[in-house]
């Protein structure tokens, strides 16, 4: 079930930025509850899903090695936000970016949202 969305994907070139925002829907934010960590995967072609990067309420954070250094995730636990700022882009970095949110500390897995394409190329 859809209850997240994501907003900022896009076509990008190699080394350039793009930054992607989640928040939940307004049909769902009343049943989203107990939110311990939020965070992105991804999945590009002919690749594993991946999880990119998660954050706690805490804001304490946690990066794929892929990523680290590059991306920076952060989060507004009023409102149950999340936001991943990407620099440096790669061709590799090309996938479906997923937000999620859960219980599970530093794996959401329950609520989801739709996907965003972010595709790197020149």
């Known amino acids: 079930q859809v209850q997240l969305v994501e907003s900022g994907g896009g076509l990008v070139q190699p080394g350039g930025s793009l930054r992607l925002s989640c928040e939940p829907l307004?049909?769902?934010?009343?049943?989203?509850?107990?939110?311990?960590?939020m965070g992105w995967w991804r999945q590009g072609p002919g690749k594993q899903r991946e999880l990119v990067a998660a954050?706690?309420?805490?804001?304490?954070?946690q990066y794929a090695d892929s990523v680290k250094g590059r991306f920076t995730i952060s989060r507004d636990n009023a409102k149950n936000t999340v936001r991943l700022q990407m620099e440096t882009l790669k061709p590799e970095d090309t996938a479906v970016y997923y937000c999620?949110?859960?219980?599970?500390?530093?794996?959401?897995?329950?609520?989801w949202g739709q996907g965003t394409q972010v595709t790197v190329s020149s």
């Open positions: 999620a949110a859960g219980r599970k500390l530093f794996y959401p897995d329950e609520y």
């Open positions: 307004e049909a769902a934010s009343g049943s989203i509850v107990k939110i311990n960590t």
């Open positions: 954050i706690t309420t805490a804001s304490r954070t």
